[in-house]
């Protein structure tokens, strides 16, 4: 079953950070053009060499009239280093650069490897500027969820990517922090994508750019929550650290992708997970271009 949920957004204060991270020329022409949009969420910013720019906007794909050549690209990519490409080398051999405020520019480019292993990035060709969004409500099913079980149950968020559930996670953050302070939980922000914008928490511990299996490990043993919050499973190392947390009694809230739920069940990452009961609900989010709404689909997976 299927559940329909309308959410309000805050207007998202970090769209002016990233226009400030662009050379001003450009960043002067995108303030133009954005100025005439009717649309209420821009949420990503998309460069590619010798095209046009393009906006992700109420998710749908709006292709600009600025046009970014090579040089534009390669301008772009030092300014958000804050022309310091050394500073940035760990998470740039990731795919992505850690802009600050919550702002994750994905790189595409050639790959220098080396024995298997992403050595750096070069001749830059896209960059994907990802603005984090403060979505208010965009929890409310999820936070039911929770409350309705008094927050003793584990859930499994899945979607395809770019859906929102990051967008939720940060929004339950919020939720929790305003109606059960009390609750004691660690969030586990690898990408520092979760906490944009969440002021001063009273019960909240951040791990922030740690390993995820290594944070979710040193929260269990050290902050002693009852519930962790983590986005994107995706290795045997973070599945197992959640396994061993669930083995200490926590909780835990996390995200993984997936476009359905036939392939939520299929990931090899997830099946040990699944079949061991770590997890007591999956949430499936989905949502359809251009609208305004979350669709929900809660199953069970403790029978």
């Given amino acids: ?10 207007a ?5 950070n990233v226009i400030n991270k662009l050379p001003p020329y450009l960043g002067t022409r995108l303030t133009i053009y954005l100025e005439a949009l009717t649309y209420r969420q821009i949420d990503e910013i998309r460069l590619k060499a010798n095209s046009f720019l393009c906006l992700i906007a109420d998710y749908k794909n709006i292709v600009t009239d600025i046009y970014i050549s090579t040089d534009v690209i390669e301008e772009c990519f030092n300014a958000l280093c804050n022309y310091s490409i050394y500073a940035h080398f760990d998470t ?3 795919g992505y650069i850690n802009v600050g405020n919550g702002i994750r520019a994905c790189i595409c480019g050639k790959a220098t490897i080396e024995n298997d292993e992403l050595l750096g990035i070069h001749n830059i060709s896209s960059i994907n500027i990802r603005i984090p969004n403060k979505i208010l409500n965009a929890s409310n099913y999820l936070f039911n969820l929770l409350e309705k079980t008094n927050f003793s149950k584990s859930v499994l968020l899945y979607s395809a990517p770019g859906v929102g559930k990051t967008s939720i996670l940060r929004d339950l953050i919020l939720k929790i922090e305003d109606v059960y302070p009390k609750i004691r939980y ?9 906490t944009s914008g969440v002021d001063a928490l009273i019960t909240g511990d951040i791990f922030l750019s740690y390993p995820k299996g290594l944070a979710i490990e040193l929260a269990t043993k050290g902050m002693t929550p009852q519930y962790i919050l983590c986005d994107e499973i995706s290795s045997y190392d973070e599945a197992t650290s959640i396994q061993k947390a669930l083995n200490c009694g926590v909780k835990i809230v996390a995200t993984t992708h997936a476009g359905s739920k036939d392939e939520l069940l299929s990931k090899e990452i997830l099946k040990g997970l699944i079949n ?6 999956a949430l499936g989010v989905y949502r359809n271009y251009g609208e305004r709404h979350y669709q929900f689909e809660l199953t069970e997976l403790k029978i």
């Fill in 1 to 10: 079953m299927k559940y329909l949920i309308d959410y309000k957004k805050k």
């Fill in 186 to 194: 660690s969030i586990i922000d690898t990408k520092e994508e979760i």
């Fill in 92 to 94: 740039i051999k990731k």
């Fill in 276 to 281: 061991d009961n770590v997890f007591d609900y």
């Fill in 12 to 16: 998202p204060s970090t769209l002016t």
